[in-house]
């Protein structure tokens, strides 16, 4: 197993320009989640899904979207980039979806910059 | 809400020393707590966990045991290794959804 890949790991954006992070897991996991991770302020969450078709929003989802078509991927989206979504960005997996007591896998990360 | 707060970093031991992260959360029922840790340039791993009070997670010589009187998930280990430094995240997942509430972060600096 893969785990939980992402793509691409640097990204440098101008202000306003738009893109999608790819998040995928070949785990089967139901739960999928995008976090992001800012000095001092450790690792936020921005949008979450329990399931394919369904998705909802964390702590902090302004200017992101999220869609969950398939069981495997979860594209982060930013429409019009700014520099405060200069950040590492997170996505994580976790089976069975209402299970709080598991641990949940963590992709290796996206830097991104906005200039 | 649920939150999480963490020791301020870095810290910076020498190899062998005894380590304490200290990490107190403010939950409403019985969350789960976790200790994630982040190695340089790479995502987070779980490092251990504990679902009910006084319960006791471990691994790899680290230790935190849930602590509810105190609200409480301190991680210690006797003996640090250069190998352990990293950045350690405390958090819990609240029952009802599951989410994780992670903690600021403590940098560990371990010295030969």
């Known amino acids: 197993n893969a785990g939980v890949t992402q793509t691409p790991k640097f990204q440098v954006l101008k202000t306003g320009q738009s893109m999608t992070l790819q998040c995928a897991q070949d785990m089967n996991h139901e739960y999928m989640s995008w976090y992001r991770q800012d000095p001092g302020m450790g690792l936020r969450l921005i949008h979450y899904?329990?399931?394919?078709?369904?998705?909802d929003q964390g702590e902090v989802p302004n200017g992101y979207n999220v869609s969950r078509s398939t069981t495997e991927d979860f594209p982060l989206r930013l429409l019009s980039a700014a520099p405060s979504q200069t950040s590492v960005y997170f996505c994580?997996?976790?089976?069975?979806?209402?299970?709080?007591?598991?641990?949940?896998?963590f992709g290796p990360g996206t830097r991104l910059t906005v200039t | 809400g649920n939150s999480v707060t963490q020791m301020e970093g870095p810290v910076t031991l020498s190899e062998e020393a005894f380590l304490t992260i200290n990490c107190t959360y403010t939950a409403t029922g019985y969350p789960s707590l976790f200790w994630y840790v982040q190695y340089p340039g790479e995502g987070l791993q779980l490092l251990l966990k504990a679902t009910k009070a006084d319960d006791k997670g471990s691994n790899k010589g680290f230790e935190a045991t849930y602590r509810k009187e105190t609200t409480s998930f301190h991680l210690e280990k006797g003996s640090v290794q250069v190998s352990d430094s990293a950045v350690y995240f405390c958090a819990l997942s609240d029952r009802a959804g599951g989410k994780l509430i992670f903690g600021q972060g403590t940098e560990l600096s371990v010295k030969p």
């Open positions: 899904s329990v399931g394919a078709g369904i998705t």
């Open positions: 994580a997996s976790r089976s069975p979806s209402g299970g709080s007591s598991y641990e949940q896998y």
